[in-house]
């Protein structure tokens, strides 16, 4: 009986509407465009990157993965992708009339550039570094969005990195507020390697539900 249910509920659902912000040349959410498992499919309504030469890749990686799956661009991926600023109130109102338009925003994800956290820039590792406030401009979007999940991914010196002086480190405050909007968070370090990438690369991530 239970081998007769698997994918039940999915078979004559809607896809699973995805959001992918700092998307690069997309690699995050293509993740999510490309599987297809027991009736469930996602569908990437919006990948936010503002670099021209990004977008122009992530646009071209839309448009090879739609003809792979032999399908509309519309139906798995955006129709079209151009440089967009995630800083702007314009690229909020853009994906909240998208997700309306597609019965609502299921997941939000997102890569945040991350250079102020890392091992590599420790001595302006703090808060208040340019570089580190797109990983708080992320957490902007999930309080505005509340989407029922997200997924953020970022350097492991996001575990350490501090306000000047304070024991807080920038994670603990991000979870602080994150469940005072009502989410059960899961922070985690997880390794390429672990999945069968022929190299060492730990990256953290972040669940919210």
């Known amino acids: 009986p239970r081998q007769l249910l698997r994918g039940y509920l999915a078979a004559e659902s809607r ?9 690069g040349a997309g690699g995050l959410g293509l993740g999510f465009a490309m599987t297809r498992r027991n009736g469930l499919r996602y ?13 122009h890749t992530l646009d071209r990686n839309h448009r090879t993965l739609a003809r792979i799956l032999r399908t509309d661009a519309g139906e798995v991926v955006p129709e079209q992708t151009r440089p967009v600023d995630l800083r702007s109130p314009t690229a909020l109102k853009t994906i909240k009339s998208l997700a309306r338009g597609a019965g609502g925003l299921d997941l939000l994800v997102g890569g945040p550039p991350c250079q102020g956290f890392s091992n590599a ?4 590792r703090h ?3 340019p570089h580190n406030e797109h990983v708080f401009l992320f957490m902007k979007y999930v309080a505005e969005l509340r989407p029922p999940v997200f997924l ?3 350097v492991q010196g996001i575990f350490w990195t501090t306000r000047n002086g304070d024991r807080l480190s920038v994670l603990d405050r ?15 370090i997880l390794d ?8 060492f690369r730990s990256r953290f991530f972040i669940l919210g539900i």
């Open 127 to 129: 808060e208040f570094n």
């Open 15 to 23: 896809p699973v509407n995805v959001v992918d912000l700092f998307a």
């Open 174 to 188: 991000i979870v602080r507020r994150l469940e005072l909007l009502g989410y059960l968070v899961f922070p985690k």
């Open 152 to 154: 953020m991914e970022n």
């Open 43 to 55: 569908r990437l309504l919006f990948s936010g990157e503002v670099h021209p030469i990004y977008v």
């Open 121 to 124: 820039n420790r001595n302006s």
């Open 192 to 199: 390429a390697v672990w999945y069968g990438a022929p190299q």
